[in-house]
């Protein structure tokens, strides 16, 4: 198994180039804040009874195995690293543990997750990702400007970082909220755009939602089992975390339900237009075919029709084809097939504002009648309660 056995060669200077980036927060003593420190202290560092962060930026086999064996992480953990993408996850191996998360980060595009690897042992937090992430990077900053944000150790920086990698799903909900009401609007107009938009916004959500339910589940279990390594106040930490997460995941499953019904909108919508359409040409012919009829009855050039032989026979037909025609239009109004606007608008589209701001109605408590005999108090004739 890859980190057991012999050790492993020094770093030449052209592994070094390899490995993409690595920097350190340590201090010495719990009122001071962290402050960078030099890679080379390391060791020395570590061994002291202060706080050291160690973050990395890598992928490089070799120096995730020099890692595993310099601070006595287990073997297994070094090779889930290494492996595929990983669903969240966590393992507690006694005296560390090692956590799976994934931060919100975006590949060209399209909305994706990256999987940030995580060690926390007392005194020690450790933190492994392949490409730089925002969270990481405002919480490397926040706890040097806030020393309070790190004051009781590893643990509690664990739980300040699973809490900003929860809160960054946040603008992903705030963002698919307010495409939903502008695909709300284009829906009922029937836009043909609105279809693409809401395959996008479902594969984005979908995306994100398959990485937080595992990831929610792992903070929930964080906070009960290891408290052996997660003290009380990262606990209150990983609750808010575990409440972030809950309710990214959500909004998340509303924002689908809202998705399927801005669908169905756009069925909906599209299926009247057509219908419209369907209406407007079924009047049209219903008004036309008569009229074709009567023409085609008079183009035929025989004698003994109507008025055909007199001057004035062209003008008696063609007044009697556009008193059908209007007869037509007057019977396909009164059916509804035809509507005549004007005079009062509709008053669609209202919303439940007015409710809102009722008044609140009085609330009155009723006992129940053998309590209110044994007490001496009941309702009385008007419904309210009498005093005994």
Known sequence: MRGSGASLPPIDERTKLIVMAQRLLAR?????????????????????????WLDMETADPDELDRLGQQFGFDPS?????????????????GDHLFVVLHALTAAGDRVDTREVDIFVREGLLVTVHAEPILGINWLWDAVQSHPHLAEKGADELFGHLAEVIGRRYFEIANVIEQRIDELAEAALAADSSVLG??????REEATVRTMLRPQRLVISEL???????????????LDDAYDIHN???????????LLN?????????????????TTVLAVYSAILLPLSLIASWYGMNVRGLPAAD??????????????????????????GLIRLYGGRTSRIGRGLAA?????????IMLRDGRTARSTGSGPSAEGGVSEG
Request: glycine share 8%.
């Open 28 to 52: 010495s003593a719990s009122p001071q804040p962290l402050a960078p420190a030099d890679l080379d202290d390391l060791v020395a560092l570590e061994g002291q009874s202060g706080l050291v």
């Open 77 to 93: 953990a070094i090779e889930d690293i290494l492996d595929i993408e990983q669903l969240p996850k966590y393992d507690d191996y």
């Open 197 to 202: 938009e809401i395959q996008v916004l479902r």
């Open 223 to 237: 906070r009960i089992r290891n408290r052996s390594v997660i003290g009380e106040r990262a606990v209150h930490l």
């Open 247 to 257: 309710q990214v995941v959500e909004s998340l499953g509303v924002a689908r339900g």
């Open 261 to 277: 019904d801005t669908l169905d909108s756009y069925r909906g919508a599209s299926a009247e237009r057509q219908a419209n359409a």
């Open 310 to 335: 007199r001057n004035y026979g062209w003008q008696i037909v063609t007044i009697g084809m556009l008193l059908l025609a209007l007869g037509s239009c007057a019977v396909f109004v009164k059916i």
């Open 355 to 363: 409710a809102a701001r009722a008044p609140v109605r009085p609330i």
